[in-house]
């Protein structure tokens, strides 16, 4: 079933002033697109990697701030050579078999992606904007790449196309890095993370332990994005407690369910409240 949160994704976001055509292919490599026409195409093996709705709509929102931003079409002509085109009409006219060929080298200019290293900057900073906006845990951004880093040097032939083009893509690591800036800006100054530890006001918080299907460091940018919402959205007035299953709240902003390898639920809710 498709969330409500996705949906408001999509209606927000593409439907309005530019609509898409959504996809999904069966390669089984890590990888999404946005090409010509608003084709948004996402391979089902970025559902292998990625397990989390949030981290999801992180790669969606980046193929469509590329979308949004025409970032396909100006690649586009930047990237056709001027004799293909003269070549195609030449041979139109004069009923060349040859043209066939032709046309056919042209599509595959129309589906390649030429997406400049400045564009991706920009697209990475949309895609923040979008899931917040759309009420995704902001941390999802940074958590997405770090996870990214960590599978990739496990299996790296499974990462493929636009997302990872080594030569004018930034670094995994400098996506990171710029989605942790934008985290802390996002709560007011107040929210940063020092490798596995979140820390509010330069003070620790908690040391995030690992779980069976996330690294210690990919969960600390989700905590750290639950409290960076809360203090986005003023919760930070509110006290601290333990609700269900050992949820942290913040006010009405669920923090984090303390595991076996956090400290303990209301240990935490003193700490945070101490700090905030």
């Given at each position: 079933m498709v969330s409500m949160k996705i949906l408001f994704f999509f209606f927000f976001f593409s439907i309005t002033k530019k609509p898409y055509n959504y996809f999904i292919n069966n390669e089984t490599t890590f990888n999404a697109f946005c090409s010509?026409?608003?084709?948004?195409?996402?391979?089902?093996?970025?559902?292998?990697?990625?397990?989390?709705?949030?981290?999801?709509?992180?790669?969606?929102?980046?193929?469509?701030?590329?979308?949004?931003?025409?970032?396909?079409?100006?690649?586009?002509?930047?990237?056709?050579?001027?004799?293909?085109?003269?070549?195609?009409?030449?041979?139109?006219?004069?009923?060349?078999?040859?043209?066939?060929?032709?046309?056919?080298?042209?599509?595959?200019?129309?589906?390649?992606?030429?997406?400049?290293?400045?564009?991706?900057?920009?697209?990475?900073?949309?895609?923040?904007?979008?899931?917040?906006?759309?009420?995704?845990?902001?941390?999802?951004?940074?958590?997405?790449?770090?996870?990214?880093?960590?599978?990739?040097?496990?299996?790296?032939a499974n990462f493929v196309g636009e997302i990872f083009s080594p030569s004018d893509h930034p670094t995994n690591e400098q996506r990171r890095e710029n989605y942790a800036k934008k985290l802390t800006e996002y709560s007011n100054g107040k929210v940063t993370v020092s490798n596995n530890v979140v820390k509010i006001n330069g003070k620790d918080f908690a040391t995030i332990g690992a779980i069976s299907s996330m690294s210690s460091q990919e969960r600390t940018y989700f905590a750290a994005g639950n409290l960076a919402a809360a203090y986005h959205n003023g919760y930070n007035t509110s006290n601290a407690y333990v609700g269900a299953n050992n949820v942290v709240y913040l006010g009405d902003q669920a923090i984090m369910q303390a595991q076996s390898t956090d400290a303990d639920a209301q240990e935490l809710a003193s700490c945070l409240n101490a700090i905030k």
């Open positions: 010509l026409g608003h084709n948004l195409s996402i391979n089902t093996g970025l559902f292998d990697l990625l397990t989390s709705e949030d981290e999801i709509a992180v790669v969606l929102g980046h193929e469509m701030g590329h979308g949004q931003k025409d970032h396909p079409v100006k690649g586009f002509k930047n990237a056709i050579p001027y004799d293909l085109i003269a070549q195609i009409y030449s041979e139109s006219q004069g009923g060349s078999s040859g043209g066939t060929l032709a046309a056919s080298v042209f599509a595959n200019y129309a589906t390649a992606t030429q997406v400049t290293k400045p564009q991706e900057w920009e697209a990475d900073n949309l895609a923040f904007t979008y899931i917040t906006a759309a009420g995704y845990n902001p941390g999802a951004c940074a958590a997405v790449w770090q996870r990214i880093m960590e599978k990739q040097g496990d299996s790296s």
